[in-house]
């Protein structure tokens, strides 16, 4: 089972930022943060990780509550490319079982 | 970089007829992951192969899934008889050591 929770969907417009939030409450010490995406009839596309601290990519900001959690992963300036199924995952770094959840599906509108 | 390749991109077969999967990863990952996604559901581990030794295959349906990585780079999967319940997607992933995982673009099977 997943360890993590997510709303089903989230509708973001145009160029505003799309904040994507996942409930986390019994992760360990040990354990990070994954984000991944995917966009229809593709495979799931990593995005960001992290462990405690915040972090930004390219793509990306995740952001990690100080008692770790909960998180939220944001895109700044959402296209309607980013228009996917988000997946927020836990794990600890040297398992390489990742438990894919429901994932939230954001849908990017003009 | 060339990502993870998979193939054939869709196959449809009948009910009990066998059918393979074949996967390359990326160049110098030694890690490979075999993962089947349902419709509506997040991917599902299958299996892990560390170079050529499996890892962990404790989700794969070994009645009827079998797979492999003879020489420690590319994996075939394969299912044999398959049943109208393994219509999915089936995803390869790599990753160097225990790192972030990439994934392919997926084998769309539709079991009839």
């Known amino acids: 089972d997943a360890k993590t929770t997510q709303p089903t969907s989230m509708d973001c417009a145009e160029g505003r930022a799309a904040n994507l939030p996942c409930n986390h409450s019994t992760i360990s010490g040990n354990e990070y943060v994954y984000w991944y995406r995917q966009i229809h009839s593709q495979g799931p596309q990593y995005i960001i990780h992290g462990l405690k601290n915040n972090e930004t990519n390219e793509m990306a900001s995740l952001i990690i509550t100080e008692d770790r959690k909960s998180s939220t992963l944001i895109l700044p300036h959402a296209t309607l490319r980013d228009t996917a199924v988000y997946y927020c995952?836990?794990?600890?770094?040297?398992?390489?079982?990742?438990?894919f959840g429901a994932g939230t599906r954001l849908t990017v509108k003009p | 970089e060339a990502g993870v390749a998979q193939s054939p991109r869709y196959k449809i077969i009948e009910k009990r007829q066998s059918v393979a999967f074949w996967c390359n990863p990326i160049s110098g990952h030694a890690t490979l992951y075999w993962y089947q996604q349902i419709l509506g559901q997040g991917p599902k581990l299958l299996i892990q192969?560390?170079?050529?030794?499996?890892?962990?295959d404790s989700q794969l349906p070994k009645d009827r899934f079998s797979a492999e990585r003879l020489k420690g780079v590319d994996s075939t999967l394969k299912i044999q008889p398959a049943k109208l319940e393994d219509s999915a997607v089936y995803l390869c992933?790599?990753?160097?050591?225990?790192?972030?995982?990439?994934f392919g673009p997926g084998t769309r099977l539709l079991v009839l």
């Open positions: 192969f560390q170079n050529n030794g499996v890892v962990d």
């Open positions: 992933a790599s990753s160097f050591s225990q790192e972030t995982q990439y």
């Open positions: 995952i836990v794990r600890a770094y040297n398992n390489n079982d990742m438990r």
